[in-house]
């Protein structure tokens, strides 16, 4: 792994570690619970459901770098 590449895997983990990274997903997640209990259209209420997913999908990815790094430093 380069010295870059360790740099960015490191500031991953400095986010994911830092306490207000929870607060701030959680309230974007109920934003989007939110966001879909107010929209009529299934549509509509389909996308944001989407969006969470994904939201989901990126934290687990960003876990699962900051992982490494903890990893390696042991």
Do not use: C, W, Y
């Not at 997903?25 to 107010?38: P, Q, S, T």
């Not at 389909?46 to 903890?70: P, Y």
């Amino acid at each position: 792994m380069t010295d870059e590449e360790l740099q960015k895997k490191r500031l991953i983990r400095n986010i994911i570690d830092n306490p207000l990274f929870e607060s701030i997903l959680n309230d974007i997640k109920v934003e989007l619970g939110l966001a879909m209990l107010d929209e009529d259209n299934e549509l509509k209420r389909l996308e944001i459901r989407s969006l969470s997913r994904a939201l989901d999908r990126l934290v687990g990815h960003l876990t699962a770098i900051a992982n490494e790094v903890k990893v390696e430093s042991n």
